[in-house]
C-alpha cells in the first residue's frame, strides 16, 4: 500500500507502494541492466540506502493556481494543481510552513496566476529547510502591474512574514510567460537572503535561486563517496567540472595542491566563491562553460565530473579522452546515459570501483559514482 494517498495523481512517490528494500533492488538491476547494454561486463554490486527515507527533501516547489488551489501538481497536467497536497518526500519544517502559507492565500487579497491566460501575480511558493539550520520561504509572481500594486503584495508579504518564524523569506519575480518556479530577479524581505547547510564539516550558503542536493543526509553519503575515490590528494591537481556551488570543490580543496571547479551559472559561481571564502578554502573558480574553458591547459591529476542528466557535453567528452587526467570520478543522476558515456571512455579508462547510492527514496531516480582510472 502507498505511503501517500494522491500517488497516481501526483506520481512524485511512484514506487512508494514497494518496500524500501525492494525499491532498492529494482534500481540495481536498472542500473544493471542499462550497463549491461553498453558494457556487458561491467556490473553494480552495491547500492548504499538513503539515511532518511521519508521528509527528506529539504526543497518543494509548490503551484498556486488561478483558482488559489495549492499544492503539487497532477501528473500530466502542468496547469492543475492538487489543493492542499503536500508531500510524504519534505521536511517537517516544509510541511508547517506550506499549512501557514495555505492559511494565508486566501486572505492575501491577491491575484493568482492563470497558465493559460498568463495574467495574475502568485505563481508559487518555494520552501527550503536546512539540515541543521533555518527555512527559506520564496514567494514567486509575476512583476505587478504598477506601484500600487506591488506596494499590496509588500504588505500582503509583511503579514506573511510576522506569521512564519525561524524562516527568510524572499520575493522573487519572474517576468516571463514561462511556467516556472525561478525568478528573474530575488529580493529579500528578511535579515538574510539564503540558508546554511553543513555538509561533513563544509559550510554552504544556499541561495533562493541557487541548485543544492535535495537529500542532505544522502548528500553527505555523496560527498564522503567521492572523496574517497579521490583518495590521496597531497600535491595533486584537481579540476570539478560542473562544480555548482562548490559542493565537491570545497572539500576536495582541504587536501589537493590546486583546486579548481569549472560551471558555467554565474549564479553558481558566485555562491562557489562565497562558500569558498566561508570555508576558507584556496580554490579557484571559473565561470565557463565546460566545453570552451579551456581547462585542459590546468593538466589536472584528477577530474571530478557531475553534469546535469543531460550527462556529459559532447566536446567536454572528447577534451577529457584528450586530457587524459590519471584519475576521473564520475557522478550521474541519470544511469542509462551514463552508460552510454561509460562506452565511450572505455577505449581509454577502466571503471576501477562503481557504487549506486539512493538520494531519492520512492522515486525511480538514484545516483550513481564511478571511479576511472587511465588505461
Not at 562544480?243 to 590546486?258: Q, R, V
Not at 565530473?305 to 557522478?331: E, F, N, S, T
Request: charge should be negative; charged fraction near 25%.
Amino acid at each position: 500500500m502507498s505511503l501517500c494517498p494522491n500517488k497516481e495523481r501526483c506520481g512524485s512517490c511512484s514506487l512508494s507502494d514497494q518496500p524500501y528494500p525492494e525499491q532498492l533492488e529494482l534500481k540495481l538491476s536498472q542500473i544493471n541492466a542499462a550497463l549491461g547494454q553498453s558494457l556487458p561486463e561491467l556490473h553494480c554490486d552495491e547500492i548504499l540506502p538513503s539515511p532518511k527515507t521519508e521528509h527528506y527533501r529539504n526543497r518543494m516547489d509548490f503551484a498556486i493556481d488561478f483558482e488559489g488551489r495549492f499544492g503539487l501538481k497532477e501528473k500530466g497536467k502542468w496547469w492543475k494543481v492538487i489543493d492542499g497536497h503536500k508531500c510524504i518526500l519534505s521536511d517537517e519544517r516544509i510541511e508547517e510552513i506550506f499549512d501557514q502559507v495555505h492559511a494565508w492565500l486566501p486572505q492575501s487579497g491577491l491575484s493568482f496566476f492563470c497558465r493559460k491566460k498568463h495574467r495574475g501575480l502568485l505563481r508559487y511558493a518555494v520552501i527550503r529547510k536546512a539540515l541543521r539550520g533555518n527555512a527559506m520561504l520564496v514567494i514567486i509572481t509575476s512583476a505587478p502591474e504598477d506601484q500600487s500594486e506591488e506596494t499590496q503584495l509588500l504588505d500582503a508579504l509583511a503579514g506573511l512574514n510576522e506569521n512564519i518564524s525561524g524562516a527568510e523569506l524572499v520575493w522573487g519575480i519572474n517576468r516571463t510567460i514561462s511556467d516556472t518556479s525561478n525568478a528573474d530577479l530575488y529580493r529579500s524581505l528578511s535579515p538574510h537572503d539564503y540558508i546554511e547547510e553543513c555538509i561533513n564539516g563544509s559550510r554552504y550558503h544556499i541561495s533562493p535561486g541557487s541548485f543544492f542536493q535535495t537529500n542532505s543526509h544522502g548528500a553527505e553519503l555523496l560527498q564522503r563517496t567521492v572523496l574517497e575515490y579521490c583518495g590521496e590528494l597531497s600535491g595533486k591537481r584537481v579540476l570539478d567540472l560542473y562544480c555548482g556551488n562548490g559542493f565537491f570543490t570545497i572539500p576536495l580543496s582541504k587536501t589537493a595542491a590546486e583546486c579548481t571547479g569549472v560551471e558555467l551559472v554565474q549564479a553558481a559561481i558566485d555562491d562557489a566563491r562565497r562558500n569558498g571564502a566561508l570555508n576558507h578554502s584556496s580554490a579557484n573558480f571559473l565561470c565557463a562553460g565546460t566545453e570552451n574553458s579551456g581547462w585542459e591547459a590546468l593538466k589536472p591529476d584528477l577530474l571530478v565530473v557531475d553534469p546535469p542528466r543531460a550527462g556529459l557535453h559532447p566536446k567536454a567528452l572528447q577534451q577529457i579522452v584528450q586530457a587524459r587526467p590519471k584519475m576521473l570520478i564520475y557522478v550521474s543522476c541519470n544511469f542509462k546515459r551514463f552508460a552510454e558515456e561509460l562506452k565511450q571512455l572505455a577505449p581509454h579508462y577502466e571503471v576501477l570501483d562503481l557504487r549506486a547510492i539512493d538520494l531519492f527514496p520512492h522515486t525511480p531516480h538514484v545516483e550513481l559514482v564511478a571511479k576511472l582510472g587511465r588505461r
